[in-house]
């Protein structure tokens, strides 16, 4: 379980004033967002995208190019067929042991809200996704809830 983030940052190249653009700048195969897979379109909600995959990478250590997401399946859609009834089939078993701080259910509760995050992140239409102030906004409430319980 080590973490290895990097800066995706995509939308970094794009103007203050430019909301989305076209490159060619090469992007990480599995972290890609849809739109910028199919018309090379960028904007801040392509880097959502990305770290909505590296959310659901964390918790299922799974990466989006494992040799299981062939064809149709791919992580992001796995995870949302698993939502919310089969959590405890895609995330990491170790994540959902209960500990001397927190009970299992209490773990769960935890993870199954994060990764509704990441699902909302991850939506097809860039349109639907969450910005990141949003993104941020709704993990730290759930990390405050966590630590409540």
């Known amino acids: 379980m080590v973490a290895h983030?990097?800066?995706?940052s995509i939308a970094k190249r794009l103007g203050e004033r430019i909301a989305a653009t076209k490159t060619r700048t090469m992007a990480t195969v599995g972290y890609m967002a849809p739109?910028?897979?199919?018309?090379g379109t960028v904007s801040e909600k392509t880097d959502v995208y990305s770290f909505g995959i590296l959310?659901?990478?964390?918790?299922?250590?799974?990466?989006?190019t494992d040799e299981m997401f062939n064809g149709e399946m791919n992580l992001r859609g796995w995870i949302c067929?698993?939502?919310?009834h089969a959590l405890d089939r895609i995330v990491d078993a170790t994540l959902l042991r209960s500990d001397n701080e927190h009970s299992a259910s209490d773990?769960?509760?935890c993870i199954l809200s994060i990764m509704?995050?990441?699902s909302c992140c991850t939506a097809e239409s860039s349109d639907e996704r969450m910005t990141m102030t949003n993104v941020e906004t709704k993990l730290i409430r759930?990390?405050?809830q966590f630590l409540r319980s």
């Open 5 to 8: 983030v990097s800066d995706f």
């Open 35 to 39: 739109e910028y897979e199919s018309t």
């Open 55 to 64: 959310l659901m990478e964390t918790f299922t250590r799974k990466k989006p």
């Open 81 to 84: 067929s698993s939502l919310p």
């Open 107 to 109: 773990k769960t509760r």
């Open 116 to 118: 509704e995050v990441a």
């Open 142 to 144: 759930i990390k405050k």
